[in-house]
């Protein structure tokens, strides 16, 4: 079975640095990967995914991430944050050939002060 | 385009009462899929469906159970409610078996309150 860690619970920053969010996974057979983002009272929104192809995945709002397969990780990037980017951010694993159910880590709040 | 929706969106209940909590999926998906999000955690898988069948179950107790309407939308049901199901329950649907890959589209959840 799948499991994914996200190795930072907080993570704040100034506005307009760079700034990433780790995430590693397990699994035993080919995956997918995801990363989503959740503001305050709402639902969780898709932000990019991996899926095939080219390692360097690009999404919305100018997050990026990389998939590592060597060392099982999918780290989400962003060269510069603004306030707005302030939320949950949450990594999932699927697993290809399986159920397609997704699980997902606990969560890394990024928090952007001015 | 209507998204996933999800009634109520707020609900507070008691001990040993029972809830139902609706979805409605994105027009044309077939899969719906109940997450439990307790605050500060990431979303637990509770169940998902298919074509009105269980494709899966996660690790929760028999209190919890739902089922799927031949419209595709979805009902999830906990009897018995303790303190620890306060949650965000979460529904969200995807599209069907043949190009799953497990990207979900989510609902912003009914906030459940048990006191």
């Known amino acids: 079975a799948q499991s994914v860690t996200q190795l930072d619970s907080q993570v704040p920053v100034f506005e307009e640095a760079p700034v990433e969010l780790r995430c590693n996974y397990s699994s035993s057979v080919s995956v997918y990967l995801f990363w989503y983002v959740q503001y305050p009272n709402q639902g969780l929104q898709l932000l990019l995914k991996?899926?095939?192809?080219?390692?360097l995945v690009k999404g919305i709002n100018g997050f990026e991430a990389e998939f590592n397969k060597s060392q099982t990780s999918f780290h989400l990037r962003k060269p510069s944050v603004h306030i707005s980017d302030t939320a949950e951010y949450f990594c999932a694993v699927s697993e290809y050939g399986g159920s397609y159910i997704p699980t997902f880590g606990r969560g890394t709040s990024l928090i952007v002060h001015p | 385009d209507a998204g996933v929706t999800q009634s109520p969106t707020h609900l507070i209940k008691t001990r040993g009462q029972h809830v139902t909590l609706r979805c409605s999926p994105i027009?044309?998906?077939?899969?719906v899929s109940w997450y439990q999000q307790v605050l500060g955690q990431g979303p637990q898988f509770i169940f998902q469906y298919y074509e009105k069948e269980e494709r899966g179950r996660g690790n929760f107790p028999d209190r919890f159970s739902a089922r799927q309407f031949p419209n595709y939308s979805s009902e999830l049901n906990v009897n018995a409610l303790l303190l620890g199901d306060s949650a965000l329950y979460l529904c969200a649907s995807s599209l069907d078996a043949g190009g799953n890959t497990g990207e979900l589209f989510f609902g912003e959840g009914s906030r459940l309150t048990v006191l």
């Open positions: 991996y899926l095939s192809g080219s390692t």
């Open positions: 027009s044309g998906h077939k899969s």
